[in-house]
Antibody, heavy 120, light 107 residues
Framework: QVQLQESGPGLVKPSGTLSLTCAVS?????????WTWLRQPPGKGLEWIGE???????NYSPSLRSRVGISVDNAKNQFSLNLYAVTAADTAVYYC?????????????WGQGTLVTVSS | DIQMTQSPSSLSASVGDRVTITCRAS??????LAWYQQRPGKAPKLLVY???RLESGVPSRFSGRRSGTDYTFTISSLQPEDFASYYC?????????FGQGTKVEIK
């Protein structure tokens, strides 16, 4: 059974860095799948942040590209998100997810999500 | 970015009802469309991809189809556990984008 679990601080100060890690079990981040971060502001819709392949290749949303970094640790079977210079608009539930094996950008396994609040 | 317009934003229905949700893309997406269910406080769950392919383990009362430029999602007979929000998502082009969601409530 594939499981993903997000972890990281639930509160980040404005202008600070949001850092989250997604631990994967039941699957290998070194597989052919891509691994993704998404977010959902409270009461709103879903937004794709970006993705990473075990080779280190990344793709980011154009709206966040200047502030985001995603990395992978194949040895620990996890991948991470850094979002820099955060504001209140970055307050959201952050999800990690796995792309479907048969097609990119369609997500079959998700973490439970973690709420990150940006506030002083 | 491709804009996904989903309707209705909410609906009320009874157990056993047939429910249909529609999504329209701002440009051609060639059946690269998925539907997700999200229960309150939970992560989205993939139900349908490639417009009409049911994800493994998803009950057959859920279905998706394309009709011209519209994509529709249908629950043939609403069950108590189906009261949730539903989102469409295109993955034809990056960034992948989602509709604003449809909340299915109990009448």
């Amino acid at each position: 059974q594939v499981q993903l679990q997000e972890s990281g601080p639930g509160l980040v100060k404005p202008s600070g860095t949001l850092s989250l890690t997604c631990a994967v079990s039941g699957a290998s981040v070194s597989s052919s799948n891509w691994w993704t971060w998404l977010r959902q502001p409270p009461g709103k819709g879903l937004e794709w942040i970006g993705e990473i392949h075990h080779s280190g290749r990344t793709n980011y949303s154009p709206s966040l590209r200047s502030r985001v970094g995603i990395s992978v640790d194949n040895a620990k079977n996890q991948f991470s998100l850094n979002l820099y210079a955060v504001t209140a608009a970055d307050t959201a539930v952050y999800y990690c997810a796995r792309d479907l094996t048969v097609t990119r950008y369609c997500f079959d396994y998700w973490g439970q999500g973690t709420l990150v609040t940006v506030s002083s | 970015d491709i804009q996904m317009t989903q309707s209705p934003s909410s609906l009320s229905a009874s157990v056993g009802d047939r429910v249909t949700i529609t999504c329209r893309a701002s440009q051609v997406i060639s059946n690269s469309l998925a539907w997700y269910q999200q229960r309150p406080g939970k992560a989205p769950k993939l139900l349908v991809y490639a417009a009409s392919r049911l994800e493994s383990g998803v009950p057959s009362r859920f279905s998706g189809r394309r009709s011209g430029t519209d994509y529709t999602f249908t629950i043939s007979s609403l069950q108590p556990e189906d009261f949730a929000s539903y989102y469409c998502q295109q993955y034809y082009d990056t960034p992948p984008t989602f509709g604003q969601g449809t909340k299915v409530e109990i009448k």
